[in-house]
């Protein structure tokens, strides 16, 4: 079946990057000149994502503002004479069909994800996480896809983690099927000891599910962290089923971290076609008075 439909879920708090998250979404971020939440909802475009479910919570309708018509701007650009601005302002309303979904309590990502299940119905969805951006050629959500189609499994994007760093995130449990993509039959979510890890691949930031996934989730016992965790879902879903992970080509980055955040602006700013070379020169200058 056709994967048309997707779920950005976007409601945390954005608590590791306080305080410019305090009135501000860290979905709505500047990676230079475009907020993070619109390269992921362009990855789902260029995937072939018709339909897209935002799942917010209280204080982020710049969200949907974002994604909506400003017909003031737009005339004032018009009038300017400033076309080819005003045709970038417009596409952005027309990257595909968004509805938007409030989460009224934080209870984790399982939690988010279950608010669609009236938009997803009974297909398949992808889920992009909105604290990761990834930039790439192939887009993330379209690689995933193609391995959903050939398989008919669920399938997760994944990466090798530091063993060191694996309790931050989950540990999958993983056979090699054919070059990047591998069978997945078990996974952990944040192992307590870098021993309780099945491996160091961990799931970043993009899956495809099919839509038993919410069956799962409401019988869902509060997991790490004491949020109902999609990893949970996935985990009962894997043993069960199977699931396929994909070691994705791509560039991560994590908008949830200052860090991630700054890596995310520089490389993106050191190819842009606008500033890319001046931004070069600046940085050059930068290192040499370090």
């Known amino acids: 079946?056709?994967?048309?439909?997707?779920?950005?879920p976007a409601a945390g708090l954005?608590?590791?990057?306080?305080?410019?998250?305090?009135?501000?979404?860290?979905?709505?971020?500047?990676?230079?000149d475009k907020p993070a939440i619109q390269y992921i909802v362009e990855e789902a475009a260029k995937s072939g994502i018709e339909d897209i479910c935002i799942i917010l919570s209280r204080g982020k309708h710049v969200v949907e503002d974002h994604f909506d018509r400003s017909p003031e701007l737009e005339d004032h650009l018009l009038k300017k004479g400033k076309r080819e601005v005003y045709d970038e302002v417009v596409g952005i309303s027309q990257l595909a069909n968004i509805t938007y979904v409030r989460q009224q309590e934080a209870k984790g990502l399982g939690s988010a994800v279950l608010c669609a299940k009236p938009f997803v119905g009974e297909e398949p969805f992808a889920v992009l996480y909105g604290d990761d951006v990834i930039m790439g050629k192939d887009p993330v959500c379209r690689q995933l896809i193609e391995q959903y189609e050939r398989h008919g499994l669920g399938c997760l994007g994944m990466k090798e983690v530091p063993f060191d760093q694996v309790t931050r995130y989950s540990s999958l449990k993983v056979d090699p099927l054919s070059g990047n993509v591998y069978r997945v039959s078990d996974m952990v979510e944040k192992p307590q000891t870098p021993e309780q890890a099945f491996s160091n691949f961990s799931i970043l930031g993009r899956c495809i599910l099919p839509p038993g996934i919410f069956q799962i989730l409401e019988s869902l016992p509060v997991g790490a962290g004491g949020e109902y965790q999609l990893t949970d879902a996935m985990k009962v879903l894997a043993r069960e089923e199977g699931m396929i992970g994909v070691d994705f080509v791509g560039t991560r980055y994590d908008m949830g971290n200052k860090l991630g955040i700054?890596?995310?602006?520089?490389?993106?700013?050191?190819?842009?076609?606008?500033?890319?070379r001046e931004f070069r020169d600046y940085l050059r200058e930068f290192v040499r008075t370090l």
């Open 262 to 276: 700054m890596q995310a602006a520089v490389e993106t700013a050191v190819n842009h076609p606008e500033i890319g």
């Open 14 to 32: 954005g608590t590791r990057v306080l305080p410019a998250t305090k009135a501000m979404p860290k979905e709505m971020l500047a990676i230079v």
């Open 1 to 8: 079946m056709k994967i048309r439909k997707a779920v950005i």
